[in-house]
């Protein structure tokens, strides 16, 4: 039986940016955004990639600058990615900001004549080149199955919902939509503690699961105390084996 492909994920945790460091595997992130550069950087040998090979796998938000611009009332604001520029302590001019040496698509400080113009987009405006966005915020949660008893922790975006954490689930249980996800809540009002169906189109949070992290750093009490238990009920094998 083949397992599952692999989930294509809405949202990033760093660590899975990280994973991705090489020339010919190359992520990073900026300003809350993943992009793939893989292919740019295999389409463009030489000097002006060697940058953003050093970079791959971490976030370069410190290259750029972003401003959100003003949209019309009930559309979404549009964020304006640009290079950083600072002021040249020898000429006191304005350059653009490249603590890793100038790379692809940034113009060179004194005019040449080989510099390339023919591309009227520079990469990080090439929305083509965005996979995702980068979690804000990681949380632990244990996901157990009342049927086996078999318990795993995992760390997922706190942005996700709990469909979108099912798909990570899948690397465990590649039945994982056979199962009820369920989480013991206080009932409404203070009452009693019961065993509450989560909904799948939303997060933890939305579905009554608070993130106490900040809770705990605020009283010293180490962040692994208490770690929410998500409980999997059998309900029927749906899934294609």
Not at 110 to 118: F, I, N
Not at 177 to 197: H, I, R
């Amino acid at each position: 039986m083949a397992a599952p492909e692999p989930p294509t994920l809405r949202i990033y945790s760093p660590a899975e940016v990280a994973a991705h460091s090489s020339p010919d595997d190359c992520w990073v992130s900026f300003h809350g955004s993943v992009y793939d550069l893989t292919e740019l950087v295999s389409d463009n040998e030489g000097p002006l990639v060697q940058p953003l090979i050093k970079v791959a796998g971490s976030d370069i938000s410190h290259w750029f600058d972003a401003v959100f611009l003003p949209a019309p009332a009930g559309e979404k604001t549009k964020k304006n990615i640009s290079i950083k520029m600072n002021v040249d302590p020898v000429t006191n001019l304005r350059r653009p900001y490249v603590p890793k040496g100038r790379f692809l698509h940034v113009a060179p400080a004194e005019p040449v004549g080989d510099w390339d113009t023919s591309s009227s987009t520079p990469w990080w405006k090439d929305g083509a080149l965005k996979i995702g966005k980068l979690s804000l915020t990681m949380r632990k949660i244990r996901v157990k199955s009342v049927l086996t008893g078999q318990e795993h922790l995992m760390e997922v975006p706190s942005e996700e919902t709990i469909a979108e954490i099912r798909e990570r689930y899948l690397e465990y249980n590649w039945h994982a939509g056979s199962y009820t996800w369920k989480v013991l809540l206080k009932e409404e009002g203070g009452g009693d503690f019961g065993f509450v169906d989560l909904d799948l189109s939303k997060t933890l949070e939305e579905n009554g699961v608070s993130d106490e992290a900040a809770d705990f750093e605020d009283l010293a009490i180490p962040s692994d105390c208490f770690i929410p238990v998500i409980h999997l009920y059998y309900t029927d094998d749906l899934t294609v084996a």
